[in-house]
Nanobody, 116 residues
Framework: QVQLVESGGGLVQPGGSLRLSCAAS????????MRWYRQGPGKKRDFVAG????????DYADSVKGRFTISRDNAKNTMYLQMNNLKPEDTTVYYC?????????WGQGTQVTVSS
């Protein structure tokens, strides 16, 4: 079965950096695009970044452009989100996402807190 496991969240000061990871299993990772989303309490889940199957094409929400970088290692079935110059408004839970053409799959999420 499909499994997505996020890691790498934590507490960081404004201006700091974190790298999130999403370890995937149960599907052919190297043939599908992947995405990161984030969701705060009482808010809808928002798109953060996406990467194509071979990593050659990426897309970002305007709020993170120039600060976040999405990437993937198909040999390790893992996707990453490098987050630099973090801001307090980036504080929330981050989820990795896989769409198989019929439904979305989500990991359990990883909490990112940006605070001094």
């Amino acid at each position: 079965q499909v499994q997505l496991v996020e890691s790498g969240g934590g507490l960081v000061q404004p201006g700091g950096s974190l790298r999130l990871s999403c370890a995937a299993s149960g599907f052919t990772f190297s043939t599908t695009g992947m995405r990161w989303y984030r969701q705060g309490p009482g808010k809808k889940r928002d798109f953060v970044a996406g990467v194509s199957a071979n990593g050659g094409s990426t897309d970002y929400a305007d709020s993170v452009k120039g600060r976040f970088t999405i990437s993937r290692d198909n040999a390790k079935n893992t996707m990453y989100l490098q987050m630099n110059n973090l801001k307090p408004e980036d504080t929330t839970v981050y989820y990795c996402n896989y769409w198989d053409g019929f439904r979305d799959y989500w990991g359990q999420g990883t909490q990112v807190t940006v605070s001094s």
